[in-house]
Protein backbone atom coordinates (compact mmCIF):
# COMPACT_ATOMS: atom_id res chain seq x y z
CA UNK A 1 0.00 0.00 0.00
CA UNK A 2 1.13 3.91 -0.78
CA UNK A 3 1.37 6.20 1.59
CA UNK A 4 -0.77 5.95 5.03
CA UNK A 5 -4.23 4.91 5.90
CA UNK A 6 -5.00 8.78 6.09
CA UNK A 7 -3.06 9.89 3.53
CA UNK A 8 -0.72 12.07 5.64
CA UNK A 9 2.52 10.66 3.42
CA UNK A 10 1.02 12.28 -0.14
CA UNK A 11 3.40 13.31 -2.47
CA UNK A 12 4.13 17.04 -3.55
CA UNK A 13 4.90 17.18 -7.50
CA UNK A 14 6.95 19.08 -9.38
CA UNK A 15 5.94 18.81 -13.17
CA UNK A 16 8.27 19.54 -16.32
CA UNK A 17 6.78 19.50 -19.60
CA UNK A 18 9.40 19.39 -22.36
CA UNK A 19 6.74 20.26 -24.72
CA UNK A 20 9.22 20.45 -27.94
CA UNK A 21 10.17 16.15 -27.54
CA UNK A 22 6.21 15.67 -26.47
CA UNK A 23 5.50 17.29 -29.84
CA UNK A 24 7.25 14.66 -31.40
CA UNK A 25 4.42 11.69 -30.62
CA UNK A 26 1.07 13.73 -31.54
CA UNK A 27 -1.00 12.29 -33.99
CA UNK A 28 -0.22 13.74 -37.41
CA UNK A 29 -3.70 16.12 -38.58
CA UNK A 30 -5.23 15.12 -35.17
CA UNK A 31 -7.28 18.26 -33.78
CA UNK A 32 -7.55 17.08 -30.25
CA UNK A 33 -3.78 16.07 -30.33
CA UNK A 34 -2.89 16.70 -26.68
CA UNK A 35 -5.32 17.51 -23.51
CA UNK A 36 -3.20 18.88 -20.49
CA UNK A 37 -6.19 18.16 -18.81
CA UNK A 38 -5.90 14.21 -18.44
CA UNK A 39 -2.21 14.49 -17.42
CA UNK A 40 -3.02 16.86 -15.17
CA UNK A 41 -6.06 14.65 -13.37
CA UNK A 42 -3.73 11.72 -13.45
CA UNK A 43 -0.54 13.42 -12.01
CA UNK A 44 -3.12 14.55 -8.97
CA UNK A 45 -4.64 11.07 -7.88
CA UNK A 46 -0.23 10.93 -6.95
CA UNK A 47 -0.41 14.00 -4.73
CA UNK A 48 -0.40 17.37 -4.77
CA UNK A 49 0.95 19.78 -7.69
CA UNK A 50 3.53 21.72 -6.78
CA UNK A 51 5.51 23.40 -9.83
CA UNK A 52 3.77 22.92 -13.34
CA UNK A 53 6.33 23.89 -15.93
CA UNK A 54 6.51 23.77 -19.97
CA UNK A 55 9.26 24.39 -22.16
CA UNK A 56 9.07 25.13 -25.77
CA UNK A 57 9.45 27.45 -28.65
CA UNK A 58 5.72 28.54 -28.57
CA UNK A 59 5.61 30.18 -31.74
CA UNK A 60 5.30 26.42 -32.90
CA UNK A 61 2.81 26.23 -30.89
CA UNK A 62 0.00 28.61 -30.39
CA UNK A 63 -3.10 26.27 -30.37
CA UNK A 64 -1.75 24.74 -27.12
CA UNK A 65 -1.19 28.17 -25.08
CA UNK A 66 -4.36 29.03 -23.71
CA UNK A 67 -5.52 25.33 -22.64
CA UNK A 68 -1.65 25.31 -20.89
CA UNK A 69 -2.29 28.82 -19.02
CA UNK A 70 -6.08 27.73 -18.00
CA UNK A 71 -4.47 24.73 -16.54
CA UNK A 72 -2.50 27.33 -14.79
CA UNK A 73 0.97 25.88 -16.13
CA UNK A 74 3.83 28.63 -16.53
CA UNK A 75 5.23 28.70 -19.80
CA UNK A 76 8.88 29.61 -20.70
CA UNK A 77 9.56 30.62 -23.87
CA UNK A 78 12.58 29.11 -25.62
CA UNK A 79 14.56 30.05 -28.62
CA UNK A 80 14.79 28.17 -31.56
CA UNK A 81 17.21 25.29 -31.70
CA UNK A 82 20.64 26.59 -31.40
CA UNK A 83 23.66 26.03 -34.33
CA UNK A 84 24.71 22.69 -32.56
CA UNK A 85 21.25 21.53 -33.03
CA UNK A 86 20.80 21.24 -29.39
CA UNK A 87 17.36 22.17 -27.52
CA UNK A 88 18.15 24.68 -25.22
CA UNK A 89 14.67 23.78 -23.67
CA UNK A 90 16.63 20.74 -22.46
CA UNK A 91 18.95 22.31 -20.69
CA UNK A 92 16.82 25.28 -19.06
CA UNK A 93 14.54 21.85 -18.00
CA UNK A 94 17.59 20.64 -16.31
CA UNK A 95 18.81 23.69 -14.33
CA UNK A 96 15.26 23.90 -13.21
CA UNK A 97 14.47 20.47 -11.65
CA UNK A 98 18.51 20.67 -10.03
CA UNK A 99 17.48 23.84 -8.23
CA UNK A 100 14.16 22.65 -7.48
CA UNK A 101 15.77 19.51 -5.87
CA UNK A 102 17.91 21.06 -3.92
CA UNK A 103 16.01 24.45 -3.11
CA UNK A 104 12.41 22.49 -2.26
CA UNK A 105 12.83 19.86 -0.11
CA UNK A 106 9.07 19.30 0.53
CA UNK A 107 9.03 18.64 -3.58
CA UNK A 108 9.47 14.56 -3.37
CA UNK A 109 8.49 13.71 -6.72
CA UNK A 110 9.72 15.07 -10.20
CA UNK A 111 7.27 14.41 -13.52
CA UNK A 112 9.46 15.00 -16.22
CA UNK A 113 7.28 14.87 -19.28
CA UNK A 114 9.39 13.90 -22.05
CA UNK A 115 10.22 10.95 -23.68
CA UNK A 116 13.98 12.27 -24.61
CA UNK A 117 16.74 9.58 -23.62
CA UNK A 118 18.65 12.41 -22.77
CA UNK A 119 16.55 13.01 -19.72
CA UNK A 120 18.19 9.81 -18.07
CA UNK A 121 21.23 11.29 -16.41
CA UNK A 122 18.88 14.09 -14.58
CA UNK A 123 16.63 10.93 -13.75
CA UNK A 124 19.78 9.23 -12.00
CA UNK A 125 20.50 12.77 -10.29
CA UNK A 126 17.45 13.10 -9.20
CA UNK A 127 17.06 9.69 -7.71
CA UNK A 128 20.67 10.18 -5.97
CA UNK A 129 19.40 12.88 -4.39
CA UNK A 130 16.27 11.38 -3.03
CA UNK A 131 13.60 11.77 -5.19
CA UNK A 132 11.19 9.85 -6.88
CA UNK A 133 11.00 10.43 -10.89
CA UNK A 134 8.16 10.03 -12.45
CA UNK A 135 8.38 10.20 -16.42
CA UNK A 136 5.22 10.71 -18.78
CA UNK A 137 5.46 10.69 -22.92
CA UNK A 138 3.72 9.89 -26.02
CA UNK A 139 4.66 6.13 -27.02
CA UNK A 140 5.69 7.59 -30.37
CA UNK A 141 8.37 9.94 -29.30
CA UNK A 142 9.57 8.06 -26.29
CA UNK A 143 12.98 6.16 -25.58
CA UNK A 144 12.97 2.86 -23.89
CA UNK A 145 16.13 4.29 -21.82
CA UNK A 146 14.19 6.76 -19.87
CA UNK A 147 11.47 4.98 -19.72
CA UNK A 148 13.27 2.18 -17.64
CA UNK A 149 15.18 4.69 -15.97
CA UNK A 150 12.43 6.05 -14.38
CA UNK A 151 10.26 4.98 -11.03
CA UNK A 152 7.49 4.70 -13.18
CA UNK A 153 6.52 5.61 -16.26
CA UNK A 154 2.84 6.80 -17.84
CA UNK A 155 1.73 6.62 -21.64
CA UNK A 156 0.21 9.87 -22.13
CA UNK A 157 -2.48 7.28 -24.65
CA UNK A 158 -3.00 5.12 -21.19
CA UNK A 159 -4.30 7.73 -19.49
CA UNK A 160 -8.70 8.20 -18.87
CA UNK A 161 -10.54 10.73 -21.06
CA UNK A 162 -12.53 13.47 -19.92
CA UNK A 163 -14.54 12.18 -16.51
CA UNK A 164 -18.19 10.89 -17.21
CA UNK A 165 -20.67 9.51 -15.49
CA UNK A 166 -20.44 5.62 -15.21
CA UNK A 167 -22.77 3.59 -17.26
CA UNK A 168 -24.79 3.12 -12.94
CA UNK A 169 -24.57 6.44 -12.16
CA UNK A 170 -26.68 7.19 -15.15
CA UNK A 171 -29.48 5.39 -13.05
CA UNK A 172 -29.84 7.90 -10.43
CA UNK A 173 -31.31 11.36 -10.03
CA UNK A 174 -29.54 14.03 -12.19
CA UNK A 175 -28.40 16.09 -9.47
CA UNK A 176 -26.20 13.13 -7.99
CA UNK A 177 -24.14 11.98 -11.04
CA UNK A 178 -21.35 14.69 -10.58
CA UNK A 179 -20.51 14.22 -7.32
CA UNK A 180 -21.37 10.44 -7.88
CA UNK A 181 -18.86 10.24 -10.84
CA UNK A 182 -16.20 12.43 -9.10
CA UNK A 183 -16.84 9.90 -6.20
CA UNK A 184 -16.14 6.95 -8.01
CA UNK A 185 -13.24 8.10 -10.39
CA UNK A 186 -11.56 9.25 -6.88
CA UNK A 187 -12.21 5.76 -5.76
CA UNK A 188 -10.75 3.82 -8.65
CA UNK A 189 -7.76 6.29 -8.35
CA UNK A 190 -6.66 5.42 -5.00
CA UNK A 191 -7.00 1.51 -6.03
CA UNK A 192 -4.87 2.15 -9.05
CA UNK A 193 -1.96 3.65 -6.65
CA UNK A 194 -2.57 0.80 -4.31
CA UNK A 195 -4.52 1.60 -1.16
CA UNK A 196 -6.05 -0.96 -0.02
CA UNK A 197 -7.92 0.85 3.26
CA UNK A 198 -10.13 3.61 1.49
CA UNK A 199 -11.36 5.72 4.35
CA UNK A 200 -13.66 8.79 4.02
CA UNK A 201 -10.67 11.59 4.45
CA UNK A 202 -8.42 9.96 1.97
CA UNK A 203 -10.86 9.41 -0.53
CA UNK A 204 -12.55 13.02 0.25
CA UNK A 205 -8.75 14.77 -0.39
CA UNK A 206 -8.77 13.25 -3.50
CA UNK A 207 -11.87 14.48 -4.68
CA UNK A 208 -10.66 17.61 -3.42
CA UNK A 209 -7.34 17.75 -5.54
CA UNK A 210 -9.38 16.58 -8.86
CA UNK A 211 -11.98 19.24 -8.27
CA UNK A 212 -10.73 22.16 -5.64
CA UNK A 213 -14.15 23.30 -5.48
CA UNK A 214 -15.94 20.35 -3.85
CA UNK A 215 -18.03 20.51 -0.87
CA UNK A 216 -20.64 17.22 0.02
CA UNK A 217 -22.97 20.52 1.90
CA UNK A 218 -23.56 21.62 -1.86
CA UNK A 219 -25.26 18.48 -2.43
CA UNK A 220 -27.43 18.11 0.32
CA UNK A 221 -24.96 16.09 2.42
CA UNK A 222 -24.21 16.84 6.03
CA UNK A 223 -21.85 15.12 5.97
CA UNK A 224 -18.94 13.12 3.99
CA UNK A 225 -19.68 9.73 5.53
CA UNK A 226 -23.55 10.51 4.40
CA UNK A 227 -22.57 10.87 1.37
CA UNK A 228 -20.88 7.78 1.30
CA UNK A 229 -23.95 5.82 3.03
CA UNK A 230 -26.24 7.14 -0.07
CA UNK A 231 -23.51 5.22 -2.52
CA UNK A 232 -24.23 2.12 -0.63
CA UNK A 233 -27.92 2.51 -0.62
CA UNK A 234 -27.46 3.13 -4.39
CA UNK A 235 -25.74 -0.06 -4.71
CA UNK A 236 -22.52 0.93 -6.01
CA UNK A 237 -20.62 0.74 -2.61
CA UNK A 238 -19.96 -1.90 0.09
CA UNK A 239 -18.97 0.02 3.63
CA UNK A 240 -18.05 -1.33 6.84
CA UNK A 241 -17.16 0.25 10.25
CA UNK A 242 -13.71 0.34 11.23
CA UNK A 243 -13.99 -0.53 15.44
CA UNK A 244 -10.98 0.86 16.26
CA UNK A 245 -11.29 4.44 14.46
CA UNK A 246 -15.44 4.40 14.32
CA UNK A 247 -15.26 5.45 10.31
CA UNK A 248 -16.30 3.77 7.39
CA UNK A 249 -13.96 2.15 5.17
CA UNK A 250 -14.65 1.60 1.56
CA UNK A 251 -14.17 -1.88 0.76
CA UNK A 252 -15.68 -2.65 -2.74
CA UNK A 253 -16.72 -0.74 -5.77
CA UNK A 254 -19.66 -2.12 -7.50
CA UNK A 255 -19.43 -2.16 -11.54
CA UNK A 256 -22.36 -4.45 -12.17
CA UNK A 257 -26.32 -3.80 -12.37
CA UNK A 258 -27.66 -1.62 -9.25
CA UNK A 259 -28.17 -3.85 -6.48
CA UNK A 260 -31.72 -2.89 -4.43
CA UNK A 261 -31.14 -2.73 -0.41
CA UNK A 262 -34.02 -3.50 1.98
CA UNK A 263 -34.55 -1.35 5.37
CA UNK A 264 -31.78 -1.69 7.73
Not at 31 to 60: P, Q
Request: proline share 3%; with cysteine; aromatic share 8%.
Amino acid sequence: MNGSIDGSSRRNLAVLVDFENLALGFPKGSRAAFDIHRVLDRLLEKGKVIVKVAYADWSRFRKYEQDLHEAGIELIEIPKRTATGKNSADIRLVVDAMDLSYAKEHIDTFVIVSGDSDFSPLVSKLKENGKSVIGLGMRESTSTLLANNCDEFLYYEDLGGERKASPEAQKIPAEKRDVFSLLFDSIRALQREGYELLVPSLIKETMRRKEPSFSENSYGYRAFSELLEDAEESGFLELKMNERSGTYVVTRLKTGRRRRKGKR
